[in-house]
């Protein structure tokens, strides 16, 4: 099953959910601010995604701007960086989707018909 990190506020986790549910596709819904993705799965993602460490996180996001990471992320070791996603689900870029094995963050319908559909 899927696990699903939103924020209840989120439009683009709006969209996300209708889409999942549009497909008939189950999953967890869980509140990014109570619990965060695994740390380990988030730190493999990371390394292994060929993605830029800047894509995993929520960057028109208040949190992002205040601490000035944008500033700061070439000189953090990606340990570091897992660390500061974790440590504000605010910071993560929305959704975060799961099966424990594929992730997906944000949302782009291709992408999840790729992922999850396909």
């Not at 929305?94 to 396909?118: A, H, I, L, N």
Request: glycine fraction near 6%; proline fraction near 3%; include cysteine.
């Amino acid at each position: 099953m899927l696990k699903v990190y939103c924020h209840p506020k989120c439009t683009t986790c709006k969209k996300a959910e209708a889409w999942l549910q549009d497909q008939d596709i189950d999953y967890d819904w869980i509140d990014i601010r109570q619990e965060q993705p695994d740390r380990n799965l988030v730190l493999q993602t990371l390394k292994e995604s060929g993605r830029s460490r800047k894509s995993f996180f929520n960057t028109s996001g208040k949190a992002y701007r205040e601490q000035g990471i944008k500033d700061r992320l070439e000189d953090m070791t990606d340990e570091e960086v897992v660390d500061l996603l974790l440590s504000d689900g605010m910071l993560i870029k929305r959704p975060f989707v799961t099966d424990g094995q594929k992730v997906t963050s944000g949302f782009k319908e291709d992408q999840f018909k790729e992922v999850w559909k396909g």
